[in-house]
């Protein structure tokens, strides 16, 4: 019998029964001690509601407006590598269903498709997210994305080396898989996993397949992320003079920063601690939202942790504009795939709907710091400069 997903904890469960092991890990897995990962999730909890009652929310509505166009609900597909790993064909799955959910897909650059056949996927807003490994690359990719006419850039700043998974380590996690005897045992437990990869073959770098050799040290820099860690402020002025459309600046937790960003003439900045991937002892996105927002003229977005619409709704009363989804969307696109992820998203935008109507908020612009209980709201001033 189907397995009915009624929540993202069911979708994560199946996927654990499809995947191997060790993709698995690579998906879920954090930094170091993984508190992070763990810090994330529990943020949610720390923070409670003060619904308002006696408001008319028969009509409640969670469309939002960003640069000029209106999206569904204030959620997009955050960028995530490797996604042909969890399913083949991956990406194109994400964007098609995100196109059908009215919400931006972000393509991450170490995608499985390339820039130019993601654009087709589905008829919806792109995003394309940015590594610099170097700058001439950069140069070149972004100039790919604007002529495939992504509506924004995302540039990702948290990841100047790669954070320490010990998961991976531990399971000498690499792409395409060494064969071990573990792995062998891993994938004889996921035969339909396995099955698909064999007839499908190892997910590529598809990015770095257009400038020939160049691109092979880049492949393998992508793989172990190591990018160029020499990127600073004066760096994202040239990206800003690149890139005419908006701009994005993604993995930040302190307000000082943000604030530099949007004094270049970025156009937002995301909250984030990457999932927890990167430095363990990290705070949560989530927690640094109120400060940024109050301080940032430009939309503030966040990611991390971010498992029911209750979540993007706290996010939202400390002034975020739009939400991230990672893991969210792809265990479901690891549990059933394309129509795995329609569903979580339709579950997203159900209980965003539901929240709204049962706090007394018809719309996102009467989602405020109001309809939080005082003592559990993080201070605006506690993070950052
Ligand atoms: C498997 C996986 C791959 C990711 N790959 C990227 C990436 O290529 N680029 C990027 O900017 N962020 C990447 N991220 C981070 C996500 O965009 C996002 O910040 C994070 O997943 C949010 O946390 P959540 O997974 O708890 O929702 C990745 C996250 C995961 C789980």
């Given at each position: 019998m189907a397995v009915q997903h009624v929540s993202v904890a069911d979708f994560r469960r199946s996927a654990a029964r499809r995947l191997p092991r060790f993709v698995f890990d690579y998906l879920e897995g954090g930094a170091g001690s993984e508190a992070g990962l763990k810090r994330n999730l529990d943020a949610y909890g720390d923070v409670a509601f003060l619904p308002r009652r006696l408001v008319d929310v028969s009509r409640p509505s969670p469309a939002v407006s960003l640069w000029g166009r209106s999206h569904a609900m204030p959620v997009y597909l955050s960028p995530t590598g490797l996604n042909g790993l969890l399913r083949h064909d991956g990406d194109a799955m994400l964007a098609r269903a995100a196109a059908r959910a009215g919400i931006p897909f972000a393509l991450s650059t170490a995608a499985n498709m390339s820039i130019e056949d993601a654009a087709r996927a589905g008829d919806g807003e792109k995003w394309f997210q940015l590594y610099v490994i170097q700058r001439d690359l950069a140069q070149s990719l972004v100039r790919r994305a604007l002529a495939a006419d992504y509506a924004a850039?995302?540039?990702?700043?948290?990841?100047?080396?790669?954070?320490?998974?010990?998961?991976?380590?531990?399971?000498?996690?690499?792409?395409?898989?060494?064969?071990?005897?573990?792995?062998?045992?891993?994938?004889?437990?996921?035969?339909?996993?396995?099955?698909?990869?064999?007839?499908?073959?190892?997910?590529?770098?598809?990015?770095?397949?257009?400038?020939?050799?160049?691109?092979?040290?880049?492949?393998?820099?992508?793989?172990?992320?190591?990018?160029?860690?020499?990127?600073?402020?004066?760096?994202?002025?040239?990206?800003?003079?690149?890139?005419?459309r908006p701009l994005v600046v993604k993995g930040l937790l302190r307000t000082d920063d943000a604030a530099a960003c949007a004094a270049i003439g970025v156009?937002?900045?995301?909250?984030?601690?990457?999932?927890?991937?990167?430095?363990?002892?990290?705070?949560?996105?989530?927690?640094?939202?109120?400060?940024?927002?109050?301080?940032?003229?430009?939309?503030?977005?966040?990611?991390?942790?971010?498992?029911?619409?209750?979540?993007?709704?706290?996010?939202?009363?400390?002034?975020?504009?739009?939400?991230?989804?990672?893991?969210?969307?792809?265990?479901?696109?690891?549990?059933?795939?394309?129509?795995?992820?329609?569903?979580?998203?339709?579950?997203?935008?159900?209980?965003?709907?539901?929240?709204?109507?049962?706090?007394?908020?018809?719309?996102?612009?009467?989602?405020?710091?109001?309809?939080?209980?005082?003592?559990?709201?993080?201070?605006?001033?506690?993070?950052?400069?």
């Open positions: 850039l995302i540039l990702t700043v948290d990841v100047p080396v790669n954070g320490y998974r010990e998961r991976d380590i531990r399971n000498g996690f690499s792409v395409p898989a060494k064969v071990t005897p573990r792995l062998l045992l891993d994938g004889a437990l996921r035969p339909a996993w396995s099955l698909a990869y064999l007839r499908n073959g190892a997910p590529r770098m598809r990015n770095m397949e257009a400038d020939g050799a160049m691109n092979l040290e880049a492949q393998a820099a992508l793989l172990s992320r190591r990018m160029d860690a020499g990127f600073d402020f004066e760096a994202l002025k040239w990206l800003r003079d690149l890139w005419p156009d937002a900045v995301v909250m984030s601690n990457h999932g927890g991937r990167q430095v363990a002892g990290a705070v949560a996105g989530f927690e640094t939202v109120a400060a940024a927002a109050a301080r940032l003229a430009i939309p503030v977005f966040f990611d991390g942790g971010i498992r029911c619409g209750e979540d993007v709704v706290k996010g939202l009363c400390l002034g975020a504009r739009m939400a991230g989804l990672g893991r969210a969307a792809l265990y479901a696109l690891a549990a059933e795939g394309e129509a795995g992820v329609d569903r979580c998203l339709s579950l997203f935008k159900d209980d965003l709907v539901r929240t709204m109507t049962l706090l007394g908020a018809p719309d996102l612009a009467a989602l405020g710091r109001d309809l939080l209980a005082p003592p559990a709201a993080p201070a605006p001033a506690a993070i950052g400069g």
